[in-house]
C-alpha cells in the first residue's frame, strides 16, 4: 500500500487509488468537474491540477489522472497549482450565459461552488458567447445546452456506462455539442441520473422544474419501493408535495444512481384523486368513526357467523410493519392468517426462493457487478427490475460473460447470449449448462441429490441444433468462471424453478466457484410478505368462502384485487355478497370505491417503514413529511385558506399498521412491537434499534430453510417436456412503464409507456398469415382483447407475449397457466 504526502499530511491508501481520492480520505476536496467515483477518469476538464514536489511525477498534474505511490508529496495549495485552476476556471466560464438565478441547478451547483472557490468573479474577455440550440429530450429532462463547460461526464455515462447511444457527443473542439442526432424522447430508462450527474444545468429535472432550491426543500432518506431492489434515494418535499427524488449512494445496493421509475414513481403520494377521508358507505367520516363501525360490524359477524367469517389481504407493497400487524389482526380474532399474493402460484414461487435464499449464496447489485459470468432464467430486468440491467452493465464492462434462458424477446444494454427456450425448457438447458461446467466428483459433497442430479441432467448432445454453439461457448464461460451468479425470476417461471436455481448455485458452489444467487420478487416487500405466507391458501379460496356464504367479511390492507385477480365479474359478484367489506389504502382503485367502510392510509413517505428487497436486506426509512394535502390544492392553485389552528389540512390518513393496531385492540404505540416484527422473521429480535442500523441496512442470515436444501433429481425437475401442445403458452409480463402499481400513477412516465403490442415469434405470425403492426384480437370466454402485433426473432416459438398494460384488458385470461388456440387469434380488418 502506497503512502504519499498531500499538503504536509501523509496518508496510506490502497494500490490503484487515485490521487484525487487520497485526498479526499483526509478530507481535501480537489476540484472537479469530469472525474466522478462511479465514471473514473478521464483528465478533460483539468481542473483537478495540482503540484507534486517529490516522487515520479513533478511539476503541473491532473490529480484525477495518476495513481497515488511510494514517496509522493503533492501540493494542492502551491501557487502554480492554484494559479493554473484559476485559469482553467476563467475559461470554462467564458460562454456561461451567467442565469444563475433562473437554473435550477443553482445552490447546489458544482460550477458555482468551483468558480468562487477559484477566485473568478470578473469576465475579461469582451466578444460574443458561444450560443446553443436547445433539444427536446422528453418529460423528464430539460436541455439547456448553453450552460455546457464540456466535462463529458453525461455522454460518458450514458453511452458508457448506462449502455445506451442515443445521446453523446457531437462536433468537436469549441463548439461540441452534447445531446441527440434529433430531438426526441431518451431511450435509456436510466436517462434521469443526468440531472444529478451534470455539474452544471445542462440536464435538469423538469417535473421539479422551477419549483424550488435544494435550500427549499425538507430532504430524507427514503427507499424506492417501486420494485424488490430497495435502492436508497432521498426525497424533497416542498409545501407538502414530493417533487423530487434523487439517488442517494449506497455501496451495497444501487452505488450512485437510480433507474427512472424509481426516481419518479413517488407523485402518486400528492395525486388529486389520492382519498384522504374515511368513507362509511358513500358519507365522509372521521376515522375514529370508521374504527367505531368496523368493531361493530366485525363483532355481530363473529357473534353471528364466527370468527371464520372473517378474511384478510395484504400486499407486497405494504411495510413489514402492515403485513406483521396485519397478521397479528388476524391471530387476536381467531381468523385465518392473511394471504399477500393474489396470485397463489406467484405466492409459492416467493416463498419457495425465500427459503432458498442462503445467506452464503445471498449477492447484492453491488456484487454482481464483480462476477465473471451470470445465469439469468426466466429474468427481464429492464422489465422487472430495472437497476439490475445497470449492474449487469458493469459486469459485462468488466468481461463476464451474461447468458439469459427466457422465452420472451429481452432486451439488456450490454452483448449477451440469449437462449430464447419455452418456459418448460428452462430446467432442461439450465440443468445442461450447469452439468457440462461441473465436475459430478467435485458436488459429491452434496450427497446423494448430486448424483440424482447429474443422472437425471441432460447432456450437451441432446440439445436443440439451433442452440448447440451457444451452449457449447456458455459451458466454457462456465467452466472458466470463478464469481459465477444465477438470477432467477419469480414471475412467470414454473413453480420449481426458484428452487432448481438454488439448487444450480450450490453445485457451481461445491465446484469451487464463489457462486451467488439472485433473485427478482414482485414488490418492495415481497421478501416479508412470502415469509408471512403460507401458499396452501390462495385468494381464490377466499373468493369461494365468499361465494359458499362461509366469508362474511373481508378487510384489504394496501391490496386491490383488481389489479391482479383476472376474472373481473367474479371478483365484483363476489363483493356484492359481502356484509362487510374494509379498505385501507392511500390509491383510488376499484376496491376502495366499492368499500362498505374506507379508511385513508399513509404512504411510505409520510409513515416511513422497514422493508426487506429480494436479497433479504432489513432497511429502514422513516418518516419524510407529516402528511396534508398539498398547499397547492388547498388554496385552489392561490395562497392557502388564512385558518389557523393546530392541525393540517387533509390530514386524516394514518399509517394501515396503526389503523390494524385498533382494529386489534392492540396497545398504543408510536411504533410496531418487535415481537410482532418478530413472528415474520425472528431474526429482527436480536437486531440494534433501528436508529443503530448501518445505512446500508442489515442482510438477514436466517431466512433460508434449511430442510430445502439441495433436492437433486425432484426438486430440479430438469427433464425436457415432450410438447405435443400445439396452442400459444400465453405469458403475462410487467413493463418498465406502465405497470408497476405505484409509478404506473406518475403523469410524467406516461410518455414514456409504449402502446401495447402483443408479442410472437415471426415464424409463429407467418404461419398465422400475420405481418408486424397488424391489430389483432384474441378471443377467450372471458371476453376480447385487441393490440398490434409486434413480431420477434429473439423469442420463444409457441408463446405470446401480453403485457399487463393498463390499456389492454389482459384480466380476460382465466388464472393459471393459460394455452391459446390459434383460431382464437384473428386479424381485424
Known sequence: MPKLIIDHREIEVDSGTKVIEAAEQLGIMIPRFCYHPALGSVGACRVCAVKFLEG??????????????????????????????????????????????????????????????????????????????????????????????????????????????????????????????????????????????????????????????????????????????????????????????????????????ICDRGRYGHFYNGLESRPRSALIGSREATV??????????????????????????????SSLETQSMLTHFCRMNNAEDPIFFVDQALAVKVKSAVARLEPELALSLREIENSDCILLMGADPINEAPMLALALRQAHRNGATVVVLDPRPVSLPLDFIHLPVALNELGFYAGLLVKAAVDQAAAAALGEPAAQFFAAAPDENLADETYREQIAAVAHSLRNSRQTVVVCGTDIVPPQVPGLAADLALLLRAADKEAGLFYIMPGANAFGAGLASDPERSFLQIIEGIENSEIKALILAECDPFSDFRDHSRLDRAIGQLELLVVMDHLNTGTMRRAHIFLPTSTFYEAGGIFVNQEGRLQVAGPAYEGGVPIVRSGGGHHPPRIYGTGIPAAEPRPAWQLLADLADADARPDVDRHLLADIIPEIADLPSWDDLPDDGVRLQASADTDLRFKGRNACAIAKDGGGDDRLELLLVDGTFGTEELSARSACLQELVPQPTLSMHAGEAKRLNLVEGDLISITTDGGKLEAKLKTAANMAPGVIVVPRHRKLSWQIFEPGPVRISREHIKKIG
Open 288 to 317: 375514529k368513526e370508521a374504527l367505531a363501525e368496523i368493531h361493530k360490524q366485525l363483532d355481530r359477524i363473529r357473534r353471528d357467523t364466527g370468527a371464520s367469517a372473517v378474511a384478510a389481504v395484504g400486499s407486497a407493497r
Open 56 to 257: 515520479p511525477f513533478k511539476g503541473i498534474q491532473m490529480s484525477c489522472m495518476i495513481e497515488a505511490q511510494d514517496g509522493m508529496v503533492v501540493s494542492t495549495t502551491d501557487e502554480e497549482a492554484v494559479d493554473f485552476r484559476k485559469h482553467v476556471i476563467e475559461w470554462l466560464m467564458l460562454n456561461h450565459p451567467h442565469d444563475c438565478p433562473v437554473c435550477d441547478e443553482g445552490g447546489h451547483c458544482l460550477l458555482q461552488d468551483m468558480t468562487i472557490a477559484g477566485g473568478h468573479g470578473l469576465r475579461r474577455f469582451e466578444g460574443n458567447k458561444r450560443t446553443y440550440t436547445d433539444q427536446y429530450l422528453g418529460p423528464l429532462l430539460q436541455h439547456e445546452m448553453n450552460r455546457c463547460i464540456h466535462c463529458y461526464r453525461c455522454s460518458r455515462y450514458y453511452q458508457e456506462y448506462s449502455g445506451y447511444l442515443d445521446l453523446g457527443v457531437m462536433r468537436s473542439a469549441n463548439r461540441t455539442y452534447f445531446g441527440r442526432f434529433k430531438d426526441g424522447v431518451l431511450e435509456s430508462p436510466f436517462s434521469g441520473n443526468l440531472s444529478d450527474l451534470c455539474p452544471t444545468g445542462v440536464y435538469t429535472d423538469k417535473p421539479s422544474r422551477f419549483f424550488g432550491r435544494r435550500w427549499d426543500y425538507q430532504r430524507s432518506p427514503a427507499i424506492c419501493i417501486n420494485c424488490s431492489l430497495g435502492c436508497h434515494t432521498v426525497i424533497s418535499f416542498r409545501y407538502r408535495e414530493a417533487r423530487r427524488q434523487e439517488a442517494r449512494h449506497s455501496r451495497a445496493v444501487n452505488g450512485y444512481f
